[in-house]
């Protein structure tokens, strides 16, 4: 006998899927989303450089800008006593990347946190009440999109009173100022195509102030979109902020990853005839590696949201469970794919005929005319 309803996705007897209650569905969909590799890497590293930068400074063996001997003025390469080996100075390389991480990595979450406030503050606004105000706040947005990020951090960093230990918190809010356009643009235009559907005119017949209707009405359905642009405005932080301690527009004094390359770069680790690799090295990984962890998650939950790439992950895991062949490519129609490989190699097309028949029946077609 086949299997109950709601108790196995597949009949045993006929290999079709049965279907399973909204409930269990609900479930299964919120368990399937930590299954995804790309999140399940992504999460794995981003937690790793989160911790690594709150205790980071603590379990540094070494102050990070204290010389450790004024014996030799040549780095020593990565030994058993300095794991990443000494800068020119003789300062620890790796007691430099724990303590500049947590400057780093707090720099980026400000600037994504508050820019993506910003954007969802700025797009929902915008989308929802439209008019004047939304023309108002899309133009401010375009021109945040247009103008040059770097050199305007650059002019306003120069205006900043400058000291050898600069605050986080003010570094990540300049930096979120020019991080919030883009993810205000998607957050309009997604708030324009929702704010006639039903469950909000029943808000409003209802009598729901605007302010309600936007902060939980539309805002839990943009909250995928929303988790997106946090991650993207970090990663644009972490960027930014390496950019400019490495151009010494932020005190070279005050350690981070960019600082690190700064002083890699003053003293030209790269040039040398034996290149000093373990200098500037394990800072650039350590951006790029954390940055890649970001764009995982990013691509996980887009393929999780994005309805033809989370039907490309479950017709494939539908097939490898009913034995049944799945599509090659996603968005192209198994006729046309049928059709189109029996004209190339003369094999029967999806009706039957082979693709000499068809040949055949046209040039019949044209000798009638």
Known sequence: MSSTVGTDPVSPDAGIPVPLPPR??????AIQLPRSPKIRVGLVLAVFFVILAAIGPWIAPYEPGKSLSTASGVPQSPSATHLLGTTQVQQDVFSQ??????STILVALIAGLVATALAVLFGITAG???GLLDDLLS?????????????????IFGFLKTSTKPNDVVIGLVISITGWAFGARVLRAQTLS?????????????GERSWRIMMFEILPNL???????FLFTVIYGVGTYTALSFIAVISVDHWSW????????NAQAAQQVHIEWWWFLPPGLAVGVFGASLALLNFGIDEFINPRLRAAGLSRRRAKQTGLPRRFQLGLTPVLRRTALASADGTSTAD?????DVGAGRTAKGGNR
């Open 24 to 29: 269990r569905r609900r479930g299964l969909r």
């Open 97 to 102: 990347l724990l303590a500049g991480g947590r």
């Open 128 to 130: 929802y009440f439209g």
């Open 139 to 155: 133009m401010l947005a375009n021109v945040f999109l247009v103008m040059p990020a770097l050199p305007l951090l650059i002019v």
């Open 194 to 206: 929702m704010r006639n559907r039903d469950f909000v005119e029943s808000a409003r017949v209802l």
């Open 223 to 229: 909250v995928p979109i929303v988790a997106t642009s």
């Open 258 to 265: 960019g600082t690190m390359l700064y002083w890699a770069q």
């Open 352 to 356: 039957g005929r082979s693709a000499d």
